[in-house]
C-alpha cells in the first residue's frame, strides 16, 4: 500500500506520462480535499470536486485531468494486499462490494 498527495504525483511524473491512458493492476482511491479537476475512468469524464472520492478498480482504464488547483490523497493497494478472498480477478474487487 503506498499514500500520496497529488502535488507529489506531480512531482513524480512528467506531464506526458499524467496526461496518458493507462490500465491500473492496483486498486486506487482518490480523496479530494480541494479544488476541481476531473479523472477519466473507461473512458468516462468524472468531475471532482473537494470531499469527493473516486474509486479505480484493477484493469480499468484512467487518465489524468488535474488541474492545478486540485489537491487530494491517494491511496494506492494492490490486490494482494486485500487478502487471498479478493484477489486481481474478484468478482467481489471488480464490482467494488468489498
Known sequence: M???????????LLDLEMGAPQ????????L???????????????LLHAADVLLVRPGQVQ??????????LLVLVSPSALGPSVGLNSAALR???F
Open 2 to 12: 503506498e499514500v500520496i498527495t497529488l502535488r507529489g504525483l506531480r512531482a513524480k
Open 95 to 97: 464490482s467494488g462490494a
Open 23 to 30: 490500465r491500473v493492476d492496483f486498486l486506487l482511491l482518490l
Open 63 to 72: 487518465q489524468w485531468r488535474l488541474d492545478a488547483g486540485l489537491e487530494g
Open 32 to 46: 479530494v480535499e480541494q479544488g476541481e479537476g476531473g479523472h477519466v475512468v473507461d473512458f468516462v469524464t468524472h
